[in-house]
């Protein structure tokens, strides 16, 4: 198995981004984006999912942060499309359940190459800091159309935002982790049609 990573480079008149990452890393982050709270919650999925991930981003902070944020899913998400490949050998599916304090959130996906998201939380606030909580499900549909992968993130519940959002991250990187370990039991892609 050769080194399974991605680089992106994305330059618009809105961001310049740059993204280097490796699924079968250390779990190292080193993130400069301009978005303390997500550069926050992207180590954590690091972290916790054993990849070793870099982020260099400029945006136009100036106005919000939304451009950042979605360009940073859309670049995250063609890195991760570059490291798992063809998807050969892979176990395609993974899921986890993470718990933080008060609350709990459940991420389910599939490296079927057919993105869609569904992203279900409570009411939560709408600021964790100067990070706008409503640009969340935007950073997760851009992984999710440019990664090729089915997402259900499920914030069960919980009353402390950040808490809800840190358990998304975690367990983000925990399935996605279960999700691109190789299976040795199988030598081409895991679908009957025989392509994802």
Same mark, same amino acid.
């Given at each position: 198995?050769?080194?399974?990573?991605?680089?992106?480079?994305?330059?618009?008149?809105?961001?310049?981004?740059?993204?280097?990452?490796?699924?079968?890393?250390?779990?190292?982050?080193?993130?400069?984006?301009?978005?303390?709270?997500?550069?926050?919650?992207?180590?954590?999925?690091?972290?916790?999912?054993?990849?070793?991930?870099?982020?260099?981003?400029?945006?136009?902070?100036?106005?919000?942060?939304?451009?950042?944020?979605?360009?940073?899913?859309?670049?995250?998400?063609? =890195?991760?499309?570059?490291?798992?490949?063809?998807? #050969?050998?892979?176990? +395609?599916?993974?899921?986890?359940?993470?718990? @933080? $304090?008060?609350?709990?959130?459940?991420?389910?996906?599939?490296?079927?190459?057919?993105?869609?998201?569904?992203?279900?939380?409570?009411?939560?606030?709408?600021?964790?800091?100067?990070?706008?909580?409503?640009?969340?499900?935007?950073?997760?549909?851009?992984?999710?159309?440019?990664?090729?992968?089915?997402?259900?993130?499920?914030?069960?519940?919980?009353?402390? =935002?950040?808490?809800?959002?840190?358990?998304?991250? #975690?367990?983000?990187? +925990?399935?996605?982790?279960?999700?691109?370990? @190789? $299976?040795?039991?199988?030598?081409?892609?895991?679908?009957?049609?025989?392509?994802?």
């Amino acid at each position: 198995m050769g080194e399974r990573t991605g680089r992106v480079d994305r330059k618009t008149n809105e961001t310049d981004i740059r993204v280097e990452f490796s699924l079968d890393g250390q779990g190292t982050a080193s993130l400069q984006t301009g978005v303390p709270f997500l550069d926050h919650m992207l180590t954590l999925f690091a972290v916790h999912g054993f990849f070793d991930l870099t982020i260099q981003a400029r945006g136009d902070l100036e106005i919000d942060a939304h451009h950042t944020v979605e360009d940073m899913g859309l670049c995250l998400g063609e =890195a991760l499309a570059c490291a798992v490949g063809d998807r #050969k050998s892979i176990r +395609r599916y993974g899921e986890a359940h993470v718990p @933080m $304090d008060e609350a709990c959130a459940r991420v389910a996906l599939d490296l079927s190459n057919r993105p869609y998201l569904v992203y279900e939380a409570p009411p939560m606030a709408s600021r964790v800091g100067t990070f706008e909580t409503e640009l969340m499900p935007e950073f997760l549909r851009a992984l999710s159309q440019r990664g090729g992968i089915t997402l259900h993130v499920h914030v069960m519940y919980g009353s402390n =935002a950040h808490h809800m959002l840190e358990a998304v991250f #975690k367990a983000l990187g +925990r399935a996605l982790d279960q999700a691109t370990q @190789m $299976d040795p039991r199988r030598t081409g892609v895991p679908s009957s049609k025989g392509m994802l």
